[in-house]
Nanobody, 116 residues
């Protein structure tokens, strides 16, 4: 069964950078990063389908980069030029169908806080 563990969150000033990690036990057809801020809906930040087709939300395009290290069973989300609006709990997720559908497996989340 798929298990996901996120790490790398923390507090940073606006304009700074963080790199989130997601270590997985088994990779599914769609691997994704989500975020959710208090009072807001969960948002898909970035994803990769079939190890090839990538997606980035418009709000993070050009600033965030999804990468992977297959030897370490780890996914990364490099976050640059961070803004206060990026403050949220970030989750790694694994889906068994298209990335626009529901996700079956979720990590515990890692908090990212960006101060102005």
């Amino acid at each position: 069964q798929v298990q996901l563990v996120e790490s790398g969150g923390g507090s940073v000033q606006a304009g700074g950078s963080l790199r989130l990690s997601c270590q997985y036990t088994y990779r599914t057809i769609c691997m994704a990063w989500f975020r959710q801020a208090p009072g807001k809906e969960r948002e898909r930040v970035a994803s990769v389908y079939a190890r090839a087709s990538t997606y980035y939300a418009d709000s993070v395009k050009g600033r965030f980069t999804f990468s992977q290290d297959n030897a370490k069973n780890t996914l990364y989300l490099q976050m640059n030029s961070l803004k206060p609006e990026d403050t949220a709990m970030y989750y790694c997720a694994a889906g068994t169908s298209v990335c626009t559908g529901d996700f079956r497996y979720w990590g515990q989340g890692t908090q990212v806080t960006v101060s102005s």
